[in-house]
């Protein structure tokens, strides 16, 4: 299984049983987390939050399937190792966000929470966590899979591309200043790119991406004609660097519950 860290292009090999039958293979290939390495965007004092950013950067992400069941059975078929380290954070308070539309305000809404808490109530390592299904979901494939699968069908003419996962002018200028209304910390860099930066975990549906390929089959939208685990397996293989691939939704929000994150 290779491992890349961050952007300096580590590599390294580890050793790792990966089931087999449903998944068919067993190998397995990690992505780095990419964004969620730089740490200029978190608050001064965040040490939690930024070992936890180091954690999920080198916890393995498995790319690489073939097929995928309906179902997931086995914790090789999602980021366990990933999803742990979320499960296993202390600091609180830390919240679980429920994001379904993704034309909905659910970036804005998160970074509003993470300004409120880090310099209102004063809790540097607070942790948001998005728990994103729906069309929402459609948001943490790469641009490839957009062009490919003509994604917007889906997602809604408002977007013709991917454009969340792209980091806006505004995060160039200086993260020092907080209050400024056209700075990294505004309505102006809304963007997946930049809330992982300041920490927050993206999570991508298993179930969310097994409708997703049956409405672009129904759709005519399968150019290689592929069966529905295979291109279930090619969605989840072109995940953004950085995401945390679950199971499903619901049942993953009530795990995050029942370890202290709070439902919003």
Known sequence: ???????????RTFALTVATGAIGLATAAAKPAGAAV????????????????????????RRDFKTVPMILNDRQQWDHEALTEVLAYGPVPKQAWDNIDIAGPWLSL????????IWSFKHPDFLAVSVT???????????????????????????????????????AADPTNYEDPAGPFSSEDNSIA?????????????????????????AGLNPDKLPHAALAAELTN???????????????????????????
């Open 1 to 11: 299984m290779k491992i890349i860290k961050g952007r300096r292009g580590i590599l």
């Open 38 to 61: 730089e740490s200029a965007l978190t608050a001064p004092g965040a040490a939690h939050l930024e070992a936890l950013k180091k954690r999920l950067t080198q916890a393995p992400r």
């Open 110 to 117: 998160m970074r509003n929470a993470l300004n409120t808490q």
């Open 133 to 171: 299904h729906g069309t929402a979901d459609l948001a943490l494939y790469d641009q490839e899979m957009w062009d490919k699968y003509q994604l917007t069908r889906l997602a809604g003419e408002k977007f013709k591309t991917n454009t969340l996962i792209v980091e806006q002018k505004a995060a």
């Open 194 to 218: 930049a809330l992982m930066r300041r920490g927050v975990v993206f999570m991508c549906c298993h179930n969310a991406i097994w409708e997703q390929a049956a409405a672009l089959i129904k």
């Open 238 to 264: 072109h995940l953004v660097d950085g995401v945390v691939l679950i199971p499903g939704a619901g049942g993953t929000m009530l795990e995050l519950q029942q370890v202290g994150f709070h439902y919003a």
